[in-house]
């Protein structure tokens, strides 16, 4: 062996740990940029339909408690079964306090109805009104789908997150406007501004807690909402016990609301 041979193989011993690392390094960089891309690719739409898959993943039911604070901290709250089917079906049904036990309101699209034990009959509601009192009105409590009530007018990125700017479908959505931030990874909301037709910022929905809610569903806990109409008020909706459940068309009319409670 020469001493030029000898020499080459003592620089390989020190070089390829050297160029294997570059190597391994070059590769993960090459593939960030796909990561990144596959993020970059998604339309507003699709990120929309993500959100809605995250928030409320198909046929299911939970439970809600509703906290509405008052400004001078007094509270009161409210506890209901909620089940979902297909894109706009819900049924909610009050569990406490005792005083409303046995409530129940259907959702139907874009129509609602609340049945009440001693009235016997379903009186329609709308939207815009409040089974619960507080900040929170039904259309927020008995909430479809953003993607059924809303198209995507424009998507851009703020403060790291997405920025959808939504625009209501019909004139009978309860907000004519919405401004989702959404994160990026997780592709759940963290604050959605809802205006009306003028303009006007009716109230501001904060979504909060990040965890598994029940059968391995990922996605805020709390909700929380103000308004500039009700200063000093504030309302909050904690999620729980979720399961995916498949339940017959039938629990999903007038003439069932009274047996609801019978699922249970």
């Avoid at 604070?69 to 894109?87: Q, R, T």
């Avoid at 009050?94 to 049945?115: K, Q, V």
């Avoid at 703020?158 to 931030?181: E, N, P, S």
Wanted: aromatic share 8%.
């Amino acid at each position: 062996m020469t001493y030029f041979q000898s020499a080459l193989r003592r620089a390989g011993k020190w070089v390829m740990p050297f160029v294997l690392s570059w190597m391994v390094c070059a590769m993960l960089i090459s593939a960030s940029p796909i990561l990144v891309s596959a993020q970059e690719t998604l339309t507003g739409a699709q990120i929309l339909e993500q959100v809605d898959h995250n928030l409320q993943p198909g046929n299911l039911e939970m439970y809600r408690k509703i906290i509405n604070i008052e400004p001078d901290g007094k509270k009161k709250e409210f506890v209901l079964w909620f089940l979902k089917k297909d894109m706009d079906k819900i049924v909610t049904l009050f569990i406490s306090p005792a005083s409303e036990e046995g409530r129940a309101t259907l959702r139907l699209g874009d129509n609602m109805w609340l049945y009440i034990p001693n009235v016997g009959k379903p009186i329609r509601i709308t939207s815009m009104q409040s089974v619960v009192g507080g900040v929170f009105n039904n259309a927020d409590i008995m909430r479809l789908d953003y993607h059924v009530e809303y198209d995507v007018a424009d998507l851009a990125e703020d403060q790291g997150q997405h920025l959808l700017d939504l625009k209501a479908k019909t004139g009978a959505v309860a907000y004519d406007r919405l401004k989702m931030w959404v994160l990026k990874q997780e592709l759940v909301p963290t604050r959605i501004e809802c205006y009306a037709a003028t303009g006007m910022l009716i109230k501001t929905l904060h979504f909060k807690e990040i965890k598994d809610i029940g059968d391995g569903v990922v996605r805020p806990a709390v909700m929380e909402t103000d308004s500039p109409l009700y200063q000093g008020y504030k309302s909050i909706m904690v999620s729980a016990n979720l399961k995916k459940r498949d339940l017959p068309d039938e629990v999903f009319t007038l003439n069932y609301l009274s047996r609801v409670k019978d699922l249970r």
